[in-house]
């Protein structure tokens, strides 16, 4: 199992563990990773096993009265295409009205959804150009897939350096579209992964790196990301990728980038994600504001 299967294996027992999927889905769900039923009923005990005593049995709804932050301000999407480094990559548009710099979103391990077109609006609506890659693009993209499971084992069997390398072509193809503005990434648990990957890869095109709640990967070097200024998210209540906090703190620190991680107080993994269990709205809110002054700051 590669280190992202790992990944998404243990976010499926997360979710059982805290009530988000039954026995019998999560099991379903890990089968399509390719984990047998022996391993599965494993991962899930040792989830259980690593879950703190004082952990609710269940998660909070989202709260249904507050609009996602920026929202109120968000613009439409449309759907694009461009030669990638190995065929044809889809993705969301949005086009700020005068942009002040570009945005690439890096969607979870759901693929291109709603939720991140939302997203990618949202940050058009505050100034910054956007554009969501769709990581399923060689499989015909995600909406191709009736089953979002099938999409997120789809998603786990992709190479790294491959999600990698279309990620790096997405940055070409927000520069081409906002030419001589400066750039940033933003993703989202397996997309804040691929973040921190993009960092270890180096990629001097960025200004600015704003991974939420994703794991880093083991001994990063990011020395070849020497300009990138770099705001990390966490939520206090996820210990499973709280647990790389210190790795990704200590190569930041090596490589000399200038570096913030927040850590969002009662807050869960996925807290921004409004259309999940998870989503926490006072911490979206405070890191919506924590990213539009770190985007002012490096980004224009």
């Not at 690439?104 to 058009?124: C, P, Q, W």
């Not at 499989?139 to 499971?149: I, Q, R, S, V």
């Amino acid at each position: 199992m590669t280190p992202l299967q790992r990944y998404i294996a243990e976010e499926i027992a997360t979710d059982h563990v805290d009530g988000l999927l039954s026995r019998r889905e999560a099991l379903r769900r890990l089968a399509l990773l390719g984990v047998g039923s022996a391993a599965a009923a494993a991962l899930i005990a040792a989830c259980g096993d690593r879950r703190p005593a004082t952990a609710p049995s269940a998660v909070p709804a989202p709260e249904p009265t507050r609009s996602p932050p920026g929202s109120d301000r968000g613009l439409p999407t449309a759907p694009v295409s461009w030669a990638g480094p190995a065929g044809e990559l889809q993705g969301a548009w949005a086009q700020a009205g005068a942009p002040r710099g570009g945005v690439l979103v890096i969607h979870e391990n759901k693929g291109l959804n709603d939720y991140v077109r939302s997203v990618t609006g949202r940050f058009a609506g505050t100034g910054y150009s956007a554009l969501a890659v769709d990581l399923l693009s060689s499989h015909g993209g995600t909406a191709t897939f009736a089953d979002p499971a099938e999409a997120t084992a789809a998603l786990s069997k992709i190479p790294p350096e491959e999600l990698v390398a279309n990620l790096k072509s997405g940055i070409d193809e927000v520069q081409r579209r906002v030419p001589d503005r400066k750039i940033a990434a933003v993703g989202f648990c397996m997309g804040g992964g691929l973040v921190w990957r993009l960092l270890a890869a180096g990629t001097p095109q960025l200004a600015a790196a704003i991974p939420f709640y994703g794991p880093a990967p083991e001994n990063p070097d990011f020395s070849g990301s020497k300009n990138v200024a770099v705001l990390a998210f966490y939520g206090a209540l996820d210990q499973r990728v709280n647990a790389t906090e210190p790795t990704a703190r200590a190569a930041l620190e090596q490589a000399g980038l200038v570096h913030e991680l927040v850590t969002e107080p009662d807050a869960n993994h996925a807290f921004f994600n409004d259309t999940g269990d998870r989503y926490n709205a006072a911490a979206a809110a405070d890191a919506w504001h924590r990213v539009q002054d770190w985007l002012s700051r490096y980004v224009g």
